[in-house]
Every structure is written in C-alpha cells, then in structure tokens.
C-alpha cells in the first residue's frame, strides 16, 4: 500500500508549453529514481497522473508521487529535483492517501517502431535472409500505430544513451490493490496505485 504522496503542479499559464516542462519534470524525477533501484531495476515509489487525458494536456497538468513511507520521498529530495522548475511547477507537502480510493495502474507502453529490427529478429527466428525479412516489413508504418492507439507521452532525452525517446503513458483502471515496484519512471507493470 501506498500511504503517503506529494502532488507536483505544473503552471499551464506561464508561456512555456505543458509539454516542455513535463519532459524537463521527467528527466529530473527519472534520474531521481535511478539512486532507488534495487538488483533488479525497481524502486518503491510510483507515480500517477489525476489529468490522464485532460483538455489541458494529454497528461493534465499535475502529478503524484506515492512512496510507501516518507523516507522514501525524502530520499527523492524532490525540493531539489525540482529548483531548476520553480517557476513552472509547485510541490505540495506530504500527505496521506484518502481512505477510501479506487485502484490504478499507470505503465510504459512500448510500440514496435524500428522496421529494421523487427526483420532482423523474424529473420533468425524463420531461418530467411534479412533481406527476405524486410521486405515483409515494407509498408509498415509505427507512426501510423502510434498514433492509432493516441496514447499520452512525453519526450525524454537520455543523459546514459544521448538518444530521445517518447515514453508512452497507458492508464488501466483495477478493482483490487495489487501489490508491486515500479521502473525509474514511477510507472509499473502491474503494481495499482491510489486513484482519487
């Protein structure tokens, strides 16, 4: 169970689009959560979005940060992680989770987007050349499947790889609290958060 969170707003009037800041806010919490991890990449504290598919921003414009206790949050120095974005985002103190709530989970989710390596895997798995195998891969499209399942995101420049990735964000509603961890962008597979 997740007892206590810190709710983090980003100002939507300040000039700077929501989406600049959420991926700034997200690249700060990411390495935030790196220090977390445990053996096998996990760490105690999820996040959760109120807005999820708002008309203000397919993410809305706040934040929760869930911890099961408040060493934990405290071990974010999320005071910190977020003096750079002062001026766009506000930190709530900590607080408890209402008693009564239902469940949510907020996971990654991850589209097939490189052509080139879909053949190179159906290749070795079929026995074909990789030339065979790109052919069946021609007309794919990941834009177009992208933007078929119209999933929030936002844009995260990776300080370990240099590379920019969209992180899609999948809200799935749960009628039972199940217990778990949560990956170095507070989402989880299927760990259930608060959603009130």
Same mark, same amino acid.
């Given at each position: 169970?997740?007892? /206590?969170?810190? *709710?983090?707003? +980003?100002?939507?009037?300040?000039?700077?689009?929501?989406?600049? /800041?959420?991926?700034?806010?997200?690249?700060?919490?990411?390495?935030?959560?790196?220090?977390?991890?445990?053996?096998?990449?996990?760490? !105690?504290?999820?996040?959760?979005?109120?807005?999820?598919?708002?008309? /203000?921003? #397919?993410?809305?414009?706040? +934040?929760?940060? &869930?911890? !099961?206790? *408040?060493?934990? +949050?405290?071990?974010?120095? +999320?005071?910190?992680?977020?003096?750079?974005?002062?001026?766009?985002?506000?930190?709530?103190?900590?607080?408890? @989770? #209402?008693?009564?709530?239902?469940?949510?989970?907020?996971?990654?989710?991850?589209?097939?987007?490189?052509?080139?390596?879909?053949?190179?895997?159906?290749?070795?798995?079929?026995? /074909? @050349?990789?030339?065979?195998?790109?052919?069946?891969?021609?007309?794919?499209?990941?834009?177009?499947?992208?933007?078929?399942?119209?999933?929030?995101? &936002?844009?995260?420049?990776?300080?370990?790889?240099?590379?920019? @990735?969209?992180?899609?964000?999948?809200?799935?509603?749960?009628?039972?609290?199940?217990?778990?961890?949560?990956?170095?962008?507070?989402?989880?597979?299927?760990? @259930?958060?608060?959603?009130?």
């Amino acid at each position: 169970m997740m007892p /206590i969170y810190r *709710e983090i707003r +980003l100002f939507d009037d300040t000039g700077i689009s929501l989406g600049f /800041i959420w991926q700034k806010l997200y690249e700060r919490l990411h390495m935030a959560l790196v220090p977390l991890k445990d053996a096998d990449g996990c760490v !105690p504290v999820g996040f959760t979005f109120p807005g999820y598919k708002s008309d /203000i921003f #397919p993410l809305g414009n706040r +934040l929760r940060i &869930f911890a !099961p206790d *408040e060493s934990k +949050l405290k071990q974010l120095n +999320l005071g910190r992680v977020l003096s750079e974005l002062s001026d766009y985002t506000v930190l709530s103190e900590i607080r408890e @989770t #209402p008693a009564s709530h239902r469940h949510v989970i907020f996971r990654r989710k991850q589209f097939k987007t490189n052509p080139q390596r879909m053949a190179k895997r159906y290749a070795k798995r079929h026995g /074909i @050349t990789l030339e065979e195998a790109l052919k069946r891969y021609s007309s794919y499209d990941a834009e177009e499947i992208i933007e078929k399942n119209r999933l929030p995101y &936002f844009n995260l420049n990776s300080l370990s790889t240099g590379q920019r @990735t969209r992180v899609f964000i999948e809200k799935k509603a749960s009628i039972h609290r199940q217990e778990g961890l949560f990956n170095t962008f507070g989402l989880s597979k299927g760990a @259930t958060l608060p959603d009130f």
